[in-house]
Each structure stands twice: as C-alpha cells, then as structure tokens.
C-alpha cells in the first residue's frame, strides 16, 4: 500500500492477526480478493457490554493513577501508536482497524460507579477517566457515558481526573466548573504533535491542536486546572516539537506537563510499521531506529518505569528537552493536587 493509498479517517492500515485466536481471515495473500471490501474501509460499530465492576485498581507504579475508568473499550480516534490497541484481542478482536472501528460501550457505567461509591469501605482517591481509551472519543457526543460519570462524581464530590485528545469535554463544562469550585478535577491534554498535518495522520479523529489549545485556554478561564501532556515522543517524527508545544500550552493556560515516549508492544509493532511505510516510507528506518534507541534495541518495552521514558543516550537528550522547556514556560510547572475531604458517603441526601 502506497501513500496515496491509504484508508482515510483511520490510523491503523490492516488488520494484524490476533494472537488468541487459531482461524482468522486474511485478504493479504495474493490469491485473495483483490478489491476494497468492507473489511478496508470499516464502519464504526457499537457493541453493548454490562460489567459487573467499572473501577480499575492501577498497579502499575508508572502511571500516576490509583484508579481508572474507561467507559469505552476501543477507541475512534484512531491513534496508531496506542498502547491500549492489543486489549481488543481480549475481545476476539485485532489491534488494527478493529480497535478503532468495534467500539464496546459500558452502558451502565454510571450505576456501576455510584455503587463502587456507596461501598462502606471505599477509601477516596481521584479516580481517573480514561487511562486507556478516550472518555471524550467521538462516540461520546451522542451516547454522554462520560457525562453520566461526571455526574454521580458531582452529586458524591468525589476527584476525578480526565485525560483526553478531543474537546468535546467543553460540552460538560457546566459540570467541570462544579467540581473544580471544590477543587475535584483536573483534565490533561494530549498533544503529539503541533503540526496539522502530521496530527491527522498520527491520531486522524482527534481534535487538532489549535482546537485543543483553544479548549484549554476556556477551562483555565473557568479555573478549571489544565495539564499538558507531549505524548508520545517519536523520534524523528515529533520529539523536536516538546518546547513549543509546552510553550502554546502555557500561554493558554496550562499549569503543568508531562511525557512518555512511544513503545511498540505486541500486534502495535505491526500496525505502527506499515503505518509508517504508508505515510513516511523515506523516513522510516530513521524514526525506527529512533524508537529502538530508547528500549536497548527494541521496539517494545514492558519495564516498569523505563517503557514510559527509555533508556540511554536518546531518552536523556528527551528527557533534558523537556525539562528545559517545562522550567522556562511553566517555571518548573504547579502540582495539582484534588481534593479528598469533601466526599459525601450518602450523596446529595447528606444535605437533607
């Protein structure tokens, strides 16, 4: 597949094989069909799910988070590096077009969330939305699951943390300025890249960065307080972008940043390559070699810690970048801390 073949609105480029299943069907053998089918150019489709649990436990000790929520599995947006694209082959599903075109949603988030609440022993910690998928991907706009959650966080004052690449967070505002006035929210925004062309290409259903900068200039008018995070850094490809993406973020109103660096683990290996070779096939060995210089060699890294920011020369020259830019714009940045005194056990009835 050319560069002027590629499937529009979408980042990953095929469907890579899904490690857990023993059959699958393919349209890469020369033998195959040889023509678009709907296997090319996908459809979004919805797929219903009633979990018993909503609130995820973080383990990791490199993600900042004790607890996630991720109303939906899969994610439109498209991002062809995200780490979250092998948790569809759990589904049944691959980690390509599927993950961005099979969404599962989590109908009954909310009531999932007010119950983990009313637990006698629940101990208040902010809870963060997203982690994995995108709480504010396109689907939300019409289904509201975020909004459902934002609402039972409001009614219990109960933290909570969002991380998003789309604005459609602006649509709550009316909720997010309720929270913050108790200091209970805080949302981080993801932004790879400030150059248009690149985005659309990295994260194709994202929301560009001038809109995503427009968006966090309202909410720190609101005193809502906003993070950035320069996620991922890709060699060859964004990593020169870190000081002035943090300087745009700061001028409207950011208050903090962060950074990881692209790792490539399981099936994302694949999808990421031949998405590189569609779209940057005369810079491909040196934003591959790029991305190795930081795991020891590899691609993939699963080390605690040293997945998020490398390793050697490479990661270090990143590393400075950073830390350079988020001392001179943000004035080494301000912690924000949510608070966990104002929780109501009872909700609203406590009022009464």
């Known amino acids: 597949m050319d560069s002027q073949q590629h499937i529009r609105g979408r980042g990953a480029q095929h469907h890579p094989s899904n490690q857990f299943l023993k059959q699958a069907i393919s349209l890469e053998e020369d033998t195959a069909i040889d023509e678009y089918t709907h296997l090319d150019k996908p459809a979004t489709q919805i797929f219903y799910e009633s979990p018993r649990k909503i609130v995820n436990k973080v383990t990791s000790p490199d993600v900042g988070m004790d607890y996630s929520l991720n109303p939906y599995q899969g994610c439109e947006h498209g991002c062809v590096y995200c780490y979250a694209r092998t948790t569809h082959e759990f589904w049944g599903y ?3 077009l599927d993950f961005e075109s099979k969404i599962i949603v989590k109908k009954n988030a909310a009531s999932l969330l007010e119950k983990e609440l009313l637990k006698p022993g629940w101990k208040v910690k902010p809870i963060v939305l997203s982690g994995n998928t995108d709480c504010y991907q396109p689907l939300e706009q019409k289904l509201r699951i975020t909004r459902s959650l934002l609402e ?3 009614k219990y004052r109960h933290p909570v943390g969002i991380i998003t690449k789309n604005v459609a967070c602006l649509n709550d505002l009316d909720v997010l300025k309720d929270l913050a006035a108790d200091n ?39 005193n809502i307080p906003v993070s950035v995070m320069t996620a991922p850094i890709i060699p060859g490809l964004n990593h020169h972008e870190i000081p002035s993406i943090i300087e745009a973020a700061t001028q409207r109103g950011a208050i903090n940043a962060g950074y990881t660096v692209v790792r490539l683990n399981g099936a994302i290996k694949d999808v990421f390559s031949k998405w590189l070779q569609t779209h940057f096939p005369d810079r491909y060995h040196k934003v591959w070699a790029g991305i190795a210089s930081l795991h020891g060699g590899e691609v993939n890294d699963s080390v605690w810690k040293s997945r998020m920011r490398g390793a050697g020369p490479e990661a270090d020259i990143i590393k400075q970048l950073f830390e350079a830019a988020k001392k001179k714009y943000m004035d ?21």
């Open 94 to 96: 691959d980690a390509g």
């Open 184 to 222: 209970l929210v805080r949302v981080i925004f993801s932004i790879t890249s400030l150059d248009e062309n690149l985005r659309a290409k990295l994260e194709p259903r994202t929301a560009s960065a001038k809109k995503k900068l427009e968006a966090i200039e309202i909410l720190s008018q609101n």
């Open 152 to 154: 039972v966080f409001a």
């Open 332 to 352: 080494g940045g301000k912690e924000i801390r949510l608070d966990t005194t104002k929780f109501r056990k009872g909700g609203n009835y406590k009022l009464f």
